[in-house]
């Protein structure tokens, strides 16, 4: 059974500051994975999404990169802003096309 | 509309009640799926639909929960007898395509049994 971790749970770092969320998974057979930001009442939000046969995305400040054979999933946020401060959740799809399994999230707060 | 749109955003019920939650998603999406996430956890899967046919259930925790699309758009999630363990956010979210991809995630519903 598919078992998606994040580590840490929380985290709080000054703005300006470079960081670093990590995803792990334990069956490397996955369609693809998904980082998505969740802000208190508004609902989920797509970051970013990774195929199986791609190894990053980027989209602005963000980068997530994706290791299958080690079953990790890194998202890197330059240059760290108070608005950035959410829950951060990874999630991945596995043998049907449309099952997403999710980390619990991991906090981040920003501080100005 | 211009996104997923539920309601109601809040709901207190009392043990034993039935409870309807409803989820609009975007007009000529195809796929809808129902994710219950309670405080500090991720999102489960609930179940799926594919226009009005509901292929997968099998995230529903019991038989007191049933979701229907019955049109192909609106789908409503019923939870009959709520329990406390119920208490949680329901999350909408639709996709153009077929399956997972793109989804667009509407607010939620938080409900809270007493």
């Known amino acids: 059974k598919q078992e998606v971790t994040q580590i840490p749970a929380a985290l709080s770092v000054p703005e300006g500051e470079n960081l670093v969320l990590n995803c792990s998974f334990t069956?490397?057979?996955?369609?693809?994975l998904q980082w998505f930001r969740q802000d208190p009442g508004k609902g989920l939000t797509s970051l970013l999404l990774?195929?199986?046969s791609q190894r990053e995305q980027t989209s602005g400040r963000l980068n997530a990169s994706l290791d299958k054979s080690s079953g990790r999933s890194t998202l890197y946020i330059a240059a760290s802003q108070p608005g950035d401060s959410a829950t951060y959740l990874c999630?991945?799809?596995?043998?049907?096309?449309?099952?997403?399994?999710w980390g619990a999230g991991t906090k981040l707060i920003i501080k100005p | 509309g211009a996104g997923v749109s539920q309601s109601p955003r809040y709901k207190v019920a009392k043990r034993g009640q039935d409870v309807a939650l409803r989820c609009d998603p975007i007009?000529?999406?195809?796929?809808l799926f129902w994710y219950q996430q309670a405080l500090g956890q991720g999102p489960e899967f609930l179940t799926y639909?594919?226009?009005?046919?509901?292929?997968?259930k099998s995230g529903l925790p019991s038989d007191r929960f049933f979701a229907e699309r019955p049109e192909g758009s609106v789908s409503t999630l019923k939870i009959q007898r709520t329990q406390q363990e119920d208490s949680a956010v329901y999350l909408c979210?639709?996709?153009?395509?077929?399956?997972?991809?793109?989804?667009?995630f509407g607010p939620g519903t938080r409900l809270t049994v007493t």
């Open positions: 979210a639709s996709s153009l395509v077929e399956g997972a991809y793109e989804q667009y």
């Open positions: 007009s000529g999406h195809v796929s």
């Open positions: 639909f594919q226009n009005e046919a509901q292929l997968d």
């Open positions: 069956d490397s057979a996955i369609y693809n």
């Open positions: 990774i195929q199986s």
């Open positions: 999630a991945v799809i596995v043998d049907s096309n449309y099952q997403l399994i």
